[in-house]
């Protein structure tokens, strides 16, 4: 995850005085050195947690480009902004909720992440117009977030290929402290992806309206990374190879920001039938990681050796066009929409001020083969009623997300969304909704090859005030 060769590392290493005159971590060291490189995964991680906002949108499972006719539209067609018939003041709270079920060498751990906050802030001005129609929006949203969390452990017989090259009497040997060992991995990661974002629609026929929206994007991750090997059956007791344990402690702080234009038409084709577009132009990420390496290796009389890494990179990532067009279409009290989202993953691209360019052709060519282009379906189904003094609607949406990997690394997604909303005469509209992920991971490393299976799910409860001004 990390990039740019010309930056500062720091080294820090105690001496092991009694035991050996030097100690070597090779075969971590060259993991470290291989984080100043970005990979290909890097570059995807930047884009595929993002989902959009907006309770009632995503409610409908995101088959939304066809409608956006709230607040929200400013991120799934600005076009949609147009229709909004006052000015209007926008607040969006989230709960989310992830567990993740673990099994390790058919032992089961389970885990569990709650984070509540505000995920939207801003509002409308509907323009006053004696024909047409003109609205601004402006505010602040949540459109992803890296909520991760992983913890297991048990006895491992499994080689993971550890050693460590120490030197006695003039004579260097790779000592193996490498399986038959008792591990343990904590991962972590937390942060979101917002944007403060400005756009306008404007109705520029009877049926059509343009919109643009200009958005600033910050996108925000901490991950931390704890690896222990622990010598519990004193299987490795003979100097100089007499481990007692070893420790990894990994963390990263990656900051990236890009501005992103976003472009959006939308045709009413009948009273019942709209048909929306809109593009995400291409756009650069600036990014920017600051990483942190510390290993502990102790040994039986409690002697040790440390070391500590430090690294600050910086580096580019080129985003293509996003499209996605949608259909709408109205009977009477039942609303059916649908869109069709294409993402062009294979032209992401890597790039850099520095002299990193050779490897970043390199990485670059991984992106062009290994991952593909992908149309997310997004199916969404609304039914209203009238009262004498609002209007309730009970939503349903559906989202079938492919796997971007061209040779199946991993499984397609499947969101699955539901709600209500009642709208007060437009004065106040109040939405609520659900949505729930599930998805089933094999992963694996270098320090535990045996590998885990997750069960991931996702649940985000979504309330939306709408008040008219």
């Not at 971590?28 to 970005?38: D, R, S, V």
């Not at 990994?250 to 577009?277: D, M």
């Amino acid at each position: 995850m990390l990039a740019e060769e010309d930056n500062f590392i720091f080294s820090n290493s105690s001496n092991i005085i009694t035991k050996v005159s030097k100690i070597l971590y090779y075969s971590y060291c060259i993991f470290f050195f291989q984080l100043q490189g970005q990979t290909s995964s890097d570059a995807i991680r930047l884009f595929e947690k993002e989902k959009g906002f907006g309770t009632y949108a995503l409610g409908l499972g995101g088959a939304y480009s066809a409608l956006s006719n709230d607040y929200s539209g400013i991120y799934w067609n600005p076009a949609g902004l147009s229709s909004i018939k006052k000015s209007t003041l926008n607040i969006e709270f989230n709960n989310n909720y992830v567990t993740n079920n673990i099994n390790f060498l058919n032992n089961s751990f389970n885990t569990s992440i709650i984070d509540n906050y505000l995920n939207s802030l801003g509002g409308t001005y509907s323009v006053p117009t004696t024909r047409g129609s003109l609205v601004f929006a402006f505010g602040l949203n949540n459109i992803g977030d890296y909520n991760y969390n992983s913890n297991f452990s048990g006895f491992s017989n499994i080689n993971n290929n550890l050693f460590f090259p120490i030197t006695v009497d003039n004579n260097e040997i790779d000592y193996f402290f490498n399986e038959n060992v008792f591990r343990e991995e904590k991962i972590s990661s937390s942060g979101k992806i917002s944007q403060i974002s400005f756009g306008f629609g404007i109705l520029i026929s009877e049926k059509t309206s343009f919109g643009v929206s200009i958005n600033s994007i910050n996108n925000q991750e901490n991950y931390t990374f704890r690896f222990d090997q622990n010598d519990q059956s004193d299987n490795f007791n003979i100097f100089p190879s007499d481990f007692l344990s070893y420790s990894l402690d990994q963390s990263l702080q990656l900051r990236a920001k890009g501005n992103r234009i976003t472009i959006g038409l939308l045709t009413k084709i009948t009273s019942n039938l709209n048909t929306g577009f809109n593009i995400n132009l291409p756009f650069t990420y600036n990014v920017n990681e600051k990483h942190l390496l510390k290993e502990n290796l102790t040994f039986d009389d409690n002697s040790f050796s440390d070391t500590t890494l430090i690294g600050n990179y910086n580096y580019k990532v080129i985003a293509p066009y996003n499209l996605d067009y949608g259909i709408s279409f109205r009977i009477k009290s039942l609303l059916l929409s649908t869109s069709f989202k294409l993402q062009n993953w294979s032209n992401i691209r890597l790039n850099s001020d520095s002299n990193s360019g050779e490897y970043f052709i390199e990485e670059n060519l991984t992106i062009s083969n290994d991952y593909q282009s992908t149309l997310q379906l997004n199916l969404g189904l609304s039914y209203s009623i009238k009262f004498n003094n609002f209007n309730t609607s009970f939503i349903l949406g559906h989202s079938h997300i492919p796997s971007y990997y061209k040779f199946g690394h991993s499984k397609d997604q499947n969101m699955i969304s539901g709600g209500f909303s009642l709208n007060f005469k437009d004065e106040l509209i109040i939405n609520f909704s659900t949505n729930h992920t599930h998805s089933k991971l094999f992963t694996s490393d270098r320090y535990t090859p045996s590998g885990i299976e997750e069960s991931i799910e996702k649940t985000i409860y979504s309330i939306n005030l709408i008040i008219g001004i």
